[in-house]
């Protein structure tokens, strides 16, 4: 998924950062990871190439300096020479403010507490399941199912003791 940054708008930087998502995406997933949004914005005579990336298994430090490189080696073996211009590449994994939207999302905040809008008030609940479109909720000691897309987009609260004693609530 490409995200254009606020106040972009031109067609070119549009069409750029499209080809740069073409040429990028099978490096990551390559690696085995998702592309979960590509950017390209102006700082000064550089551009600034951020790429999200995702996996199931999480984002460590060490694969993001893999990542790296290996976006980089791409991006300046480019024959149309984006590697040739000055620019900062940023290799990043999504905050825990990242909306959570698509089903991968939601899997993968499997156990954790989550905060959405339902008729204009916020609500907490922990993710228990997920399964396609339907998503189990612990909301305050009840357990239900919601439609993905009622609950969408939900966000991950951070919290500094888990009821659980600390585990991860995986399944």
């Known amino acids: 998924m ?13 069409r750029r950062q499209h080809e740069l998502e073409v040429q990028v995406r099978p490096v990551v997933e390559g690696a085995g990871f998702d592309l ?16 999200i990336v995702d996996s199931d298994a999480g984002v460590s430090l060490d694969d993001i300096a893999t990542l790296s490189r290996a976006v980089s080696q791409e991006l300046d073996a480019g024959d149309d020479g984006f590697g040739s211009q000055p ?9 825990v403010d990242r909306p959570l939207t698509d089903q991968r999302h939601w899997r993968r905040a499997v156990g954790r507490l ?5 008729d204009g008030r916020k609500v907490q609940g922990r993710v228990v399941k997920v399964a ?6 612990d909301i305050g000691g009840t357990t239900r199912e919601h439609q993905r897309e009622t609950v969408s987009p939900a966000r991950v609260q951070v919290e500094f003791s888990k009821p659980d004693g600390g585990k991860e609530q995986r399944s």
Do not use: I, M
């Not at 490409?2 to 549009?14: K, L, Q, W, Y």
């Not at 989550?114 to 339902?118: A, F, G, K, L, P």
């Not at 396609?132 to 909720?137: A, F, I, N, S």
């Open 2 to 14: 490409t995200r254009r940054p606020t106040g972009a708008g031109s067609r070119e930087t549009d």
């Open 114 to 118: 989550v905060e959405w809008v339902d």
């Open 36 to 51: 979960e949004a590509l950017t390209v914005t102006q700082a000064g005579r550089r551009s600034v190439v951020r790429v």
């Open 87 to 95: 620019y900062t590449l940023e290799v990043t994994s999504p905050g």
């Open 132 to 137: 396609g479109d339907v998503v189990t909720l």
